[in-house]
């Protein structure tokens, strides 16, 4: 296993962190392992993936689609 040091870390989010870790009965340490552990694991691989994870909750929408004219007249090069 490796070790990780973090400096200069903000008193505040340090505070945080201890009072997340109590209240999930662990430690600092523990607490900052499982949320590294959430946070990278369950990060969608690509843009795709993180625009349908965070709409999956509004569900289908379906969409009147207009009828398809017909194209422009191509271009001359006369």
Do not use: Q, W
Not at 6 to 18: G, S
Not at 24 to 45: C, D, F, K, Q, V
């Amino acid at each position: 296993m490796a070790n990780l040091t973090i400096r200069k870390l903000d008193p505040a989010v340090k505070e945080r962190l201890r009072v997340r870790a109590a209240r999930h009965g662990h430690s600092m340490e523990e607490e900052a392992r499982r949320i590294l552990n959430e946070s990278l694991t369950t990060e969608p691989a690509n843009a795709f993936d993180r625009l349908r994870r965070h709409f999956a909750g509004i569900g289908d929408v379906e969409l009147e689609l207009p009828p398809r004219l017909p194209g422009r007249e191509p271009p001359t090069f006369e």
